[in-house]
């Protein structure tokens, strides 16, 4: 019979968090291509990377939240393991010397936090519309101030069930921090729900205020800038 | 380029697999344009997906990008909801590393790999602002130059083009840019540069040269009209292929493309010469890189790619002179790395215990084989060499180690093709399935899938088929339908080729001049991206077929005389017709003729093209 390859092999492995940006062409990356990207990019850069123990190993990298296509940021989290105790300064200074454009790593240390404990992600959104930006203003906060935001969620397909969209109202987890014209564009600094209990993207509530407002978008700019716990203390 | 860039950024959020039109990827070369003398637009007529794979792109990039004052970009056909986005909002085709027009390029080149692209090379043009016709464009740049096997027979093609460079392109490639770069100051005319590229061997310059047709619609002769060129043009062929320039790095994609790993090119040519097989004929002779170069090639890229997968490339990997020598060497590098070691195109006759349990020690796929026919007196006229016995024995090898999945190939149409050849088919897979019945349980896999799959078979240039009619239609219809009641089988699975693909890949691979407004013609109706079967639309073909007034079975199903003046007769791939001329022949007998390896039967390739077996009288041993 087959064996797995390294079964009876216990290799010790140090854990590691890295925190990564992901800018400019990078972010049209998509999640699971993120994945083989970073996976090569580790193995390019000769970090002794710790590899699963089973049939098919292979290198051992965890994302616990994905950030969708299109959106910027530098708090973007990536846990790894290595076979060796290395450094953190020596992890980070060799894992960004061969990467593409756009993605790089901002910090290394030892995961503090449980992945379960992210709750809620900090956001700021730019938008031109092809209505003034002080008249987006104005409708946005009518938008946001209202007792009810609804949403048309995307629902998978489960037993009993056909795929479809359900009417969900998002106004209790909206937390909105500042909201104002900058650059003749609409402005927008918030907190949505992120995580394995809840997970909402900046898009809904986007598409949700331009069917609000009847506004078309030209340009729009997201970033993440915060991943957050339930306490609002930073994920660390 | 900021102009480009910024629509981009907004259309991409609404865009399928948008990695695939922002380039950025790793590997990826942006120089300054300002201090660049020659600006190269590689072209793939083909989705991003399709076109990353392509070694020889990877090749050729790397050659003109080690130029300091020369910059090669990447260029490919978006997919049609891209196509329309980019129309929509005036998006010129841009090179995926500065972002720039490429109309305003020194050179935009395509590679041609298969017929089916060829309008996507004039949706191409279009979409970067160009008129598709070469007469069209007059000023000296941009260029549009083509390569890649099917420019064996360019002529469909030949209108669209300013030229063709036959055969391999490092060497060639280098002269022709090096005289570009040389005549660029003095701002030569396109005329005046493209009689001066003319002089360079490899160089096809379409429109310095008449073609005449007999009555018959067959052509009576072709000829050049200018005395720079020369009467017949010879590919090119690199001498000293271990020296040759090979990339120290890849362009490592985001998104998963079709071949996704790093790939190292072992040898170039064939020795077997299979009848059907135009690659076998037109890349030939066979050379070969030393073990050293490979392991080193290999450790380079993947040590500079990240690849966790690298895969040797050639026609018949299994023909390399010291194989079982090579892989234990890269073995060894690969399983202390991790790296999944992967062997495409094995042949099966010499595919030995220690070989199969090197390919299963990392990762136990499926076989592959492809008998390409169905009993042995068909195999012997399309000269694949391999018998029934090497078939079972690798089977049966297979099963015991525990292989549960196997894939055969086959070719319908076959020249001398009987109903019990294709009986032969259905009847082969069984008696596979036969065999895994026969190893013991403990032994085998826990279950056993045949998959069984025909082509049509298409006549090629430059093969000894070419003067050989397609089969028609309705013949290959109905012998497809003959191996399905032939199965019996559960465990054997059954898939074939869609029928108007075959035929025009027969039109377009034989034919003329005349063929390209078909091409035109076809590409005003919409046809793009023809070889995605959700894309291939074979009603707007056969329209544009009848407007022009150009008969499909003439090109395709008609059987052509030894003496027929073919479209592609002024291009040298330095095998003689006469040749080809026996080795019809011999087809037509069922007789087979020896391998290179086994003793050379006189293709017409000399000794100086560098051929390992060049001008070898009999079997010599080669040293392991």
Not at chain 2, 450 to 474: C, D, G, I, R, Y
């Given at each position: 019979?087959?064996?797995?390859?390294?079964?009876?092999?216990?290799?010790?492995?140090?854990?590691?968090?890295?925190?990564?940006?992901?800018?400019?062409?990078?972010?049209?990356?998509?999640?699971?291509?993120?994945?083989?990207?970073?996976?090569?990019?580790?193995?390019?850069?000769?970090?002794?990377?710790?590899?699963?123990?089973?049939?098919?190993?292979?290198?051992?990298?965890?994302?616990?939240?994905?950030?969708?296509?299109?959106?910027?940021?530098?708090?973007?989290?990536?846990?790894?393991?290595?076979t060796?105790?290395?450094?953190?300064?020596?992890?980070?200074?060799?894992?960004?010397?061969?990467?593409?454009?756009?993605?790089?790593?901002?910090?290394?240390?030892?995961?503090?936090?449980?992945?379960?404990?992210?709750?809620?992600?900090?956001?700021?959104?730019?938008?031109?519309?092809?209505?003034?930006?002080?008249?987006?203003?104005?409708?946005?906060?009518?938008?946001?101030?209202?007792?009810?935001?609804?949403i048309?969620?995307?629902?998978?397909?489960?037993?009993?069930?056909?795929?479809?969209?359900?009417?969900?109202?998002i106004?209790?987890?909206?937390?909105?921090?500042?909201?104002?014209?900058?650059?003749?564009?609409?402005?927008?600094?918030?907190?949505?729900?992120?995580?394995?209990?809840?997970?909402?993207?900046?898009?809904?509530?986007?598409?949700?205020?331009?069917e609000?407002?009847?506004?078309?978008?030209?340009?729009?700019?997201?970033?993440?800038?915060?991943?957050?716990?339930?306490?609002?203390?930073?994920?660390? | 380029?900021?102009?480009?860039?910024?629509?981009?950024?907004?259309?991409?959020?609404?865009?399928?697999?948008?990695?695939?039109?922002?380039?950025?990827?790793?590997?990826?070369?942006?120089?300054?344009?300002?201090?660049?003398?020659?600006?190269?637009?590689?072209?793939?007529?083909?989705?991003y997906?399709?076109?990353?794979?392509?070694?020889?792109?990877?090749?050729?990039?790397?050659?003109?990008?080690?130029?300091?004052?020369?910059?090669?970009?990447?260029?490919?056909?978006?997919?049609?909801?891209?196509?329309q986005?980019?129309?929509?909002?005036?998006?010129?085709?841009?090179?995926?590393?500065?972002?720039?027009?490429?109309?305003?390029?020194?050179?935009?080149?395509?590679?041609?790999?298969?017929?089916?692209?060829?309008?996507?090379?004039?949706?191409?043009?279009?979409?970067?602002?160009?008129?598709?016709?070469?007469?069209?464009?007059?000023?000296?740049?941009?260029?549009?130059?083509g390569?890649?096997?099917?420019?064996?027979?360019?002529?469909?093609?030949?209108?669209?083009?300013?030229?063709?460079?036959?055969?391999?392109?490092?060497?060639?490639?280098?002269?022709?840019?090096?005289?570009?770069?040389?005549?660029?100051?003095?701002?030569?005319?396109?005329?005046?540069?493209?009689?001066?590229?003319?002089?360079?061997?490899?160089v096809?310059?379409?429109?310095?040269?008449?073609?005449?047709?007999?009555?018959?619609?067959?052509?009576?002769?072709?000829?050049?009209?200018?005395?720079?060129?020369?009467?017949?043009?010879?590919?090119?062929?690199?001498?000293?292929?271990?020296?040759?320039?090979?990339?120290?790095?890849?362009?490592?994609?985001?998104?998963?493309?079709?071949?996704?790993?790093?790939?190292?090119?072992?040898?170039?040519?064939?020795?077997?010469?299979?009848?059907?097989?135009?690659?076998?004929?037109?890349?030939?002779?066979?050379?070969?890189?030393?073990?050293?170069?490979?392991?080193?090639?290999?450790?380079?890229?993947?040590?500079?790619?990240?690849?966790?997968?690298?895969?040797?490339?050639?026609?018949?990997?299994?023909?390399?002179?010291?194989?079982?020598?090579?892989?234990?060497?890269?073995?060894?590098?690969?399983?202390?790395?991790?790296?999944?070691?992967?062997?495409?195109?094995?042949?099966?006759?010499?595919?030995?215990?220690?070989l199969?349990?090197?390919?299963?020690?990392?990762?136990?796929?499926?076989?592959?084989?492809?008998?390409e026919?169905?009993?042995?007196?068909?195999r012997?006229?399309?000269?694949?060499?391999?018998?029934?016995?090497?078939?079972?024995?690798?089977?049966?090898?297979?099963?015991?180690?525990?292989?549960?999945?196997?894939k055969?190939?086959?070719?319908?149409?076959?020249?001398?093709?009987?109903?019990?050849?294709?009986?032969?088919i259905?009847?082969?897979?069984?008696?596979?399935?036969?065999?895994?019945?026969?190893?013991?349980?403990?032994q085998?896999?826990?279950?056993?899938q045949?998959?069984?799959?025909?082509?049509?078979?298409?006549?090629?240039?430059?093969?000894?088929?070419?003067?050989?009619?397609?089969?028609?239609?309705?013949d290959?219809?109905?012998?497809?339908?003959?191996?399905?009641?032939?199965?019996?089988?559960?465990?054997?699975?059954?898939?074939y080729?869609?029928?108007?693909?075959?035929?025009?890949?027969?039109?377009?691979?034989?034919?003329?001049?005349?063929?390209?407004?078909?091409?035109?013609?076809?590409?005003?109706?919409?046809?793009?991206?023809?070889?995605?079967?959700?894309h291939?639309?074979?009603?707007?073909?056969?329209?544009?077929?009848?407007?022009c007034?150009?008969?499909?079975?003439?090109?395709?199903?008609?059987?052509?005389?030894?003496?027929?003046?073919?479209?592609?007769?002024?291009?040298?791939?330095?095998?003689?017709?006469?040749?080809?001329?026996?080795?019809?022949?011999?087809?037509?007998?069922?007789?087979?003729?020896?391998?290179?390896?086994?003793?050379?039967?006189?293709?017409?390739?000399?000794?100086?093209?560098?051929?390992?077996?060049?001008?070898a009288?009999?079997?010599?041993?080669p040293?392991?």
């Open positions: 019979m087959a064996q797995p390859k390294n079964q009876s092999l216990q290799i010790e492995r140090w854990d590691y968090r890295l925190t990564f940006a992901k800018k400019g062409r990078a972010r049209y990356i998509s999640h699971l291509d993120l994945m083989r990207a970073m996976q090569r990019a580790i193995k390019r850069a000769g970090v002794p990377i710790w590899y699963t123990q089973g049939f098919n190993p292979h290198s051992y990298l965890m994302f616990p939240l994905a950030l969708p296509l299109g959106t910027e940021s530098e708090v973007e989290v990536l846990d790894i393991a290595l060796e105790d290395w450094d953190c300064e020596r992890l980070l200074k060799q894992l960004n010397s061969s990467m593409p454009e756009g993605l790089y790593f901002v910090k290394a240390a030892a995961p503090v936090m449980k992945h379960i404990e992210i709750a809620r992600a900090e956001y700021e959104i730019s938008i031109g519309f092809d209505i003034p930006a002080e008249k987006a203003l104005e409708l946005f906060e009518q938008f946001v101030s209202r007792d009810v935001i609804e048309q969620k995307r629902q998978k397909p489960k037993k009993g069930r056909k795929a479809g969209f359900k009417t969900v109202d106004k209790p987890h909206v937390n909105m921090l500042e909201s104002s014209v900058k650059d003749g564009r609409l402005y927008i600094k918030l907190t949505l729900p992120a995580g394995t209990e809840l997970n909402l993207n900046t898009g809904v509530l986007v598409d949700a205020f331009c609000f407002a009847g506004a078309k978008i030209l340009r729009i700019y997201t970033k993440r800038t915060k991943i957050l716990c339930k306490n609002g203390e930073e994920f660390i | 380029m900021k102009e480009i860039q910024e629509k981009l950024e907004q259309l991409l959020l609404n865009t399928q697999k948008p990695a695939r039109y922002i380039g950025g990827e790793l590997g990826s070369v942006v120089k300054d344009r300002d201090k660049v003398d020659v600006r190269f637009a590689f072209c793939f007529p083909d989705v997906d399709v076109g990353m794979s392509h070694l020889g792109m990877k090749i050729l990039y790397g050659l003109k990008n080690r130029r300091e004052n020369w910059w090669c970009e990447r260029v490919f056909m978006p997919e049609k909801d891209f196509e986005t980019m129309r929509e909002n005036n998006i010129p085709l841009y090179a995926l590393e500065s972002l720039d027009p490429i109309r305003d390029f020194d050179f935009i080149g395509f590679t041609l790999q298969y017929e089916l692209s060829y309008t996507n090379v004039l949706a191409m043009l279009d979409l970067a602002g160009l008129p598709v016709f070469a007469k069209d464009r007059t000023d000296l740049a941009p260029i549009v130059v390569g890649g096997p099917c420019v064996c027979n360019p002529e469909p093609m030949a209108d669209f083009f300013d030229m063709f460079i036959l055969g391999e392109g490092e060497e060639v490639n280098v002269e022709l840019l090096e005289l570009y770069e040389k005549m660029k100051p003095s701002h030569p005319t396109k005329l005046e540069f493209l009689r001066e590229a003319a002089k360079i061997e490899g096809y310059v379409p429109q310095f040269y008449d073609v005449s047709y007999n009555e018959d619609g067959t052509v009576s002769e072709i000829k050049p009209n200018t005395d720079n060129a020369p009467a017949r043009i010879k590919k090119r062929v690199v001498k000293d292929f271990d020296k040759v320039y090979y990339p120290d790095s890849f362009v490592v994609p985001f998104t998963s493309i079709v071949h996704d790993r790093a790939v190292v090119e072992v040898l170039r040519g064939c020795i077997r010469g299979c009848r059907f097989c135009q690659a076998g004929f037109i890349y030939r002779p066979f050379r070969e890189k030393n073990i050293d170069t490979i392991e080193k090639e290999t450790k380079c890229l993947c040590e500079q790619t990240g690849y966790e997968q690298v895969s040797l490339s050639s026609l018949s990997t299994s023909d390399y002179t010291q194989i079982e020598k090579l892989l234990s060497t890269l073995a060894d590098y690969t399983d202390k790395e991790n790296i999944n070691l992967s062997l495409p195109s094995l042949r099966i006759d010499n595919f030995s215990e220690e199969l349990e090197k390919i299963a020690s990392v990762r136990k796929s499926g076989l592959t084989f492809a008998p026919a169905g009993t042995q007196r068909l012997d006229v399309i000269n694949k060499n391999i018998t029934e016995d090497e078939i079972m024995h690798t089977c049966r090898m297979a099963f015991e180690a525990g292989y549960g999945t196997v055969l190939y086959f070719m319908l149409g076959l020249p001398e093709e009987t109903d019990d050849d294709v009986r032969g259905a009847e082969l897979a069984q008696r596979v399935v036969d065999l895994y019945y026969e190893v013991p349980k403990e085998r896999a826990s279950s056993i045949v998959s069984l799959s025909t082509a049509t078979f298409v006549p090629k240039p430059f093969t000894p088929f070419e003067f050989e009619p397609q089969a028609l239609p309705e290959i219809n109905r012998k497809q339908k003959l191996i399905l009641d032939t199965i019996k089988s559960k465990k054997i699975r059954f898939s080729h869609h029928q108007p693909v075959s035929i025009l890949e027969a039109v377009l691979a034989r034919g003329d001049r005349r063929v390209g407004k078909v091409i035109y013609t076809a590409w005003k109706k919409g046809c793009t991206l023809d070889s995605w079967d959700e291939f639309r074979p009603e707007l073909w056969d329209e544009a077929f009848e407007e007034g150009v008969d499909k079975v003439f090109y395709a199903n008609r059987r052509r005389s030894y003496e027929e003046v073919m479209p592609w007769s002024h291009l040298d791939y330095l095998v003689s017709r006469r040749f080809f001329i026996r080795e019809n022949k011999k087809a037509h007998m069922a007789q087979t003729t020896r391998n290179c390896c086994e003793g050379c039967s006189g293709c017409g390739i000399t000794k100086e093209y560098g051929g390992v077996y060049c001008g009288a009999k079997k010599s041993e040293a392991n």
